[in-house]
């Protein structure tokens, strides 16, 4: 079974992070969220969440795929904590899939680990980008490279996921389930 770990910064994409966590649970796979700080954690529009477990405590065998919702100032407090940008540099040299949405692509290239990709990212961050390009799908999947252009995108981004790597038949009852 694929394993995640979604990073919960302060200021993070309610939307966002909620239905990748909801769609890829429902299916079947493990989702750690993975907080930045100890203790409840704000998104943007003041939903708080409590982590599973800290950044501190993320092992690299803990997960397959790392996912970075966006959301402002969240996308911010992410590309300015060197934990995570080591993070995602371990795990872009481990192979690991890297999912990010809306702001988070932008976090991916502040890593430098998306150089020659193209990427989906929201709009108004798209000038951070930094040795990729911006398109305008809603999600774009590029080998183990997964992004998403934005809250709207959510839905199709947490469902790409999950056809990526549930099983079969657990991606078929969520979808039943969900009348999508």
Same mark, same amino acid.
Request: charged share 25%; glycine share 10%.
């Given at each position: 079974?694929?394993? &995640?770990?979604?990073?919960?910064?302060? /200021?993070?994409?309610? $939307?966002?992070?909620?239905?990748?966590?909801?769609?890829?649970?429902?299916?079947?796979?493990?989702?750690?969220?993975?907080?930045?700080?100890?203790?409840?954690? /704000?998104?943007?529009?003041?939903?708080?969440?409590?982590?599973?477990?800290? @950044?501190?405590?993320?092992?690299?065998?803990?997960?397959?795929?790392?996912?970075?919702?966006?959301?402002?100032?969240?996308? $911010?407090?992410?590309?300015?904590?060197?934990?995570?940008?080591?993070? $995602?540099?371990?795990?872009?040299?481990?192979?690991?899939?890297?999912? *990010?949405?809306?702001?988070?692509?932008?976090?991916?290239?502040? !890593?430098?680990?998306?150089?020659?990709?193209?990427? *989906? @990212?929201?709009?108004?961050?798209?000038?951070?980008?930094?040795?990729?390009? *911006?398109?305008?799908?809603?999600?774009?999947?590029?080998?183990?490279? $997964?992004?998403?252009?934005?809250?709207?995108?959510?839905?199709? &981004?947490?469902?790409?996921?999950?056809?990526?790597? !549930?099983?079969?038949?657990?991606?078929?009852?969520?979808?039943?389930?969900?009348?999508?």
């Amino acid at each position: 079974m694929s394993r &995640f770990a979604v990073l919960l910064a302060e /200021g993070f994409e309610e $939307i966002e992070f909620c239905t990748i966590t909801d769609i890829l649970r429902r299916a079947d796979l493990e989702v750690k969220i993975v907080g930045l700080k100890n203790g409840l954690t /704000g998104g943007s529009r003041g939903i708080r969440i409590m982590p599973d477990l800290g @950044i501190d405590e993320l092992k690299s065998s803990d997960y397959e795929v790392l996912v970075l919702p966006g959301g402002n100032p969240g996308f $911010i407090n992410m590309g300015k904590d060197q934990r995570v940008l080591e993070l $995602i540099r371990s795990a872009h040299a481990e192979g690991k899939y890297l999912a *990010a949405i809306c702001a988070g692509p932008a976090v991916l290239s502040r !890593a430098g680990v998306i150089n020659g990709k193209e990427v *989906a @990212i929201y709009p108004g961050v798209k000038h951070l980008l930094k040795g990729c390009t *911006a398109c305008d799908l809603r999600v774009k999947v590029e080998g183990k490279l $997964i992004t998403g252009r934005s809250p709207q995108a959510a839905m199709d &981004f947490a469902l790409t996921l999950m056809d990526m790597f !549930a099983k079969p038949q657990a991606a078929k009852v969520v979808r039943d389930e969900m009348l999508v």
